[in-house]
């Protein structure tokens, strides 16, 4: 495990210890002669909003991106962004302590951590969800505040016309990829032409070898760049280094072959989700196919043996063998949604829309606090408990990675969880070949674009509460009328969908997994209506678990929560943890963690085929400021089902664990030579979600009786089951009456 700098000890321990404005802009618009390239093609050129050609159609591409600030997020999607703006993605530099109180991007260096460059990918990440947040919310303190790295970066190339801080030049460019995507934002709003020429001159007048782990990524960043400037000679960088990811990366599970190889996989699961777009990114630009293939079959085999009930695959740092225990981290939530779209555009498939919906309406909200004020680092299906002791994951197994904080074991997630929303809402609206619009996604919003052969400047409006809702109204407002095609998707889980034009039923079939596209002059105050109806249906999960879905959402059971700040817990935390008693540089730490005070310990007495007829499903008053409240959640299912005595809380005093050795001492090499990865023994008061019972399971029954419990969208649980044991499947004989209608207390002191 220690044959290269990027191993996954090496990698976290890396992790650990790294654990300019629009006035400027305006000015550089005024005086380009100021800093940066100095050529007229380098100088930056405002463009219009709804132009056509800040985002251009890559030649193979079905879809593709519109300009960022073509969209408009409204409603609930608006409520969300907001949120975070108010919360981390506004105020890390304030609450998540080191590497984020630094200044970043936007200095020459930051001092303390010379010898170590992840503090660059974790800013990095911030200031791509920062921007873009800042873009979609027409917020422009947010983007002056992210804008503060990109333009510092550009207005200070080195002399060969190197990007960024001095000590990645030569060490390590995994960090760039990260960041350039904030720029790719920049130039998408504002059409700074700048941005091209400036990453075009990086990656040809600075040579670099690009071998080392995800330093293949770099792909991402060349394409972009030759989509715009058309220089074969990226082109052909981007090949030599897709030629040597095919032949001598050496990262586990993430390779070409590893991709196609059909069999489960142990990669790191950031380092899978972002490699793997690298087929797709060629294919769009080639159109070459087995290139798309690579791409391809890497997401089916996450399907295959790794996907997560609530969108995104296992990812406690490896990919593991499926349980209803395993978790990913925040980080794979972003970087899959993220890879998903661009085989999305690639390809037209609604599989990767249905599948990016999915994530973004149930893991993204289940991993962080309604306020968008907290994270965990690993989020999982079934936490019953999320606390400083309760991670039950092996990777650093008991600590406080469950618990909701700002900071973390690394600082990756608290970056990356930026990302998220803002690249969904930024994907929402997608352009055809033929210069039509796409509602590729679902949400609340408003799109501006000019459309058709004559590029005409229409505005649609989507009113909708999807996915709480299965009714969605497009409004369209132009000053003539206008013919252009209009697309809409039916999902692959909706069997009976229904699309009408002003009243009209759309006369043609409508089939699940398909977009539909709509050719015909378009008046201003058309409507365009999409149904799709959402039925109950349950999925199957390993140890003979059971799961409720109700159209693009999950549902989980519905956990009262009492939530305590860790701020008295903190010796606690540092004897758990060992490590990590730095709050100063790490207020973050101090979080929340959340116990239960009503009972979990449920098997549904459902099955398949009376899942539709068994459950109640109720609508609820809906709060469009807060449609993941936990208190008041939009929607809610009551399903029967049975106590099962005897399933508790798992309270060990000795645990395996793998990760976490603290040897300050030594170089990530000197860690990985000496150690090899072990697992080890921690000793200390644990106290971890159990694994489903199952008919072998000693010291359980069932009560007599079947109750009604609740269920919620995933999302707005926290505390949360979300793959259940069956009834049918749980041997053992029934309690007293007065045992199954016994009810369970927990309390709080009993986990510190």
């Not at 390239?37 to 100088?43: G, H, K, Y």
């Not at 503060?148 to 190197?162: A, C, E, I, S």
């Not at 349980?323 to 609604?350: F, K, Q, R």
Request: hydrophobic fraction near 35%; charged fraction near 25%; glycine fraction near 6%.
């Amino acid at each position: 495990m220690a044959n290269n700098d990027l191993s996954r000890r090496g990698f976290i321990l890396n992790a650990i210890a790294g654990s300019t404005s629009l006035a400027s802009l305006q000015n550089a618009l005024a005086n380009p002669g100021e800093g940066g390239p100095q050529n007229d093609a380098d100088t930056p050129v405002a463009q219009s909003a709804v132009g056509s050609d800040l985002d251009p159609h890559a030649p193979f591409a079905e879809f593709s991106e519109l300009p960022i600030r073509s969209i408009e997020p409204q409603g609930s999607l608006k409520a969300y962004l907001e949120k975070q703006r108010d919360g981390i993605t506004g105020h890390l530099d304030k609450t998540g302590g080191f590497p984020f109180d630094t200044d970043g991007w936007a200095s020459p260096e930051i001092s303390d951590i010379s010898h170590n460059p992840y503090a660059y990918e974790q800013t990095g990440y911030w200031i791509d969800g920062m921007i873009r947040c800042g873009y979609l919310l027409q917020d422009d303190k947010l983007v002056e505040k992210a804008t503060r790295h990109t333009n510092y970066v550009l207005d200070h190339p080195d002399k060969d016309g190197y990007l960024g801080p001095l000590v990645l030049k030569t060490k390590l460019r995994w960090p760039h990829v990260v960041f350039f995507r904030a720029l790719f934002a920049q130039w998408s709003a504002s059409g700074d032409r700048r941005i091209p020429s400036a990453i075009k001159r990086h990656f040809l007048s600075s040579p670099y070898p690009y071998a080392l782990g995800r330093e293949a990524c770099s792909i991402e960043a060349i394409l972009w760049t030759y989509e715009r400037d058309k220089d074969p000679a990226l082109l052909n960088l981007a090949h030599d280094i897709y030629r040597k990811f095919e032949t001598s990366f050496k990262l586990n599970g993430v390779s070409p072959a590893a991709y196609c190889d059909g069999k489960p996989s142990d990669a790191h699961g950031v380092s899978y989700n972002e490699m793997a777009k690298l087929g797709a990114l060629l294919y769009m630009q080639t159109g070459e196919k087995d290139y798309l293939n690579v791409s391809v079959q890497a997401y089916r085999k996450l399907d295959a043996f790794h996907m997560l009930v609530d969108g995104v695959n296992v990812s406690s740092e490896e990919m593991r063998e499926l349980t209803p225990l395993e978790s990913h981290e925040t980080c794979d939530i972003a970087d899959y949604t993220w890879t998903v779209g661009y085989l999305l555009m690639a390809t037209g498939n609604t599989d990767y829309a249905d599948k990016i919906e999915r994530a973004c309406f149930n893991a993204a909200p289940g991993a962080v606090t309604e306020d968008f004020n907290y994270l965990q680092y690993f989020s999982c299906p079934n936490q019953v408990i999320a606390a400083h002791n309760t991670n039950h994951n092996v990777y650093f197994r008991g600590d406080r990675t469950m618990s909701y904080a700002t900071a973390h074991i690394a600082a990756c997630c608290s970056g990356n969880v930026n990302r998220i929303m803002p690249n969904f809402a930024s994907r929402l609206w997608l352009k055809d070949k033929d210069n039509g619009l796409v509602a590729a996604l679902y949400a609340p919003s408003q799109v501006k674009h000019r459309v058709g052969k004559q590029l005409q400047e229409v505005v649609v409006t989507e009113k909708t509460r999807y996915p709480f809702s299965d009714r969605i109204v497009f409004t369209m407002d132009m000053k003539q009328d206008c013919e252009f095609p209009f697309t809409v998707r039916i999902p692959g889980w909706c069997k009976s969908a229904s699309v009408m034009v002003n009243n009209q039923p759309l006369n043609e079939a409508l089939t699940a997994g398909t977009y539909v596209k709509i050719n015909r002059k378009f008046h201003d105050g058309d409507e365009v209506v999409v149904i799709l109806p959402q039925e109950v249906k349950t999925s199957d999960w390993p140890l003979d678990g059971i799961a409720l879905e109700r159209g693009p959402l999950v549902y989980s059971l519905k956990i009262d929560q009492d939530w305590e700040s860790t701020t008295a817990l903190m010796e606690s935390i540092v004897k758990v943890v060992g490590v990590y008693n730095f709050t100063s540089r790490y207020p973050g730490l101090l979080g929340r963690n959340a116990y239960p005070k009503s009972p979990w310990n449920y098997a549904l007495d459902i099955n398949s085929e009376n899942a539709g007829s068994a459950t109640k499903v109720t609508e609820n008053e809906w709060h469009e400021d807060a449609p993941w409240s936990s208190k008041e959640p939009p929607i809610q299912l009551q399903v029967p089902a049975r106590r099962v005595i005897g399933w508790d809380l798992d309270r060990p005093s000795e645990i395996t664990v793998e990760g976490g050795i603290d040897d300050p001492g030594l170089t990530p090499k000197e860690y990985d030579a000496k150690y090899d990865d072990p697992s080890w023994l921690r000793k200390g008061d644990f106290v971890l979600t159990p694994q489903l019972p199952t008919e072998s399971t000693s010291g359980i029954r069932l009560a007599d009786e079947s109750e009604l419990v609740t269920l919620v969208p995933y999302g707005c649980a926290k505390l949360r089951l979300t793959i259940f044991p069956r009834v049918d499947r749980i041997a053992g004989g029934a309690h007293t009456e007065s045992e199954s209608n016994q009810k369970v207390s927990l309390n709080h002191q009993d986990f510190n």
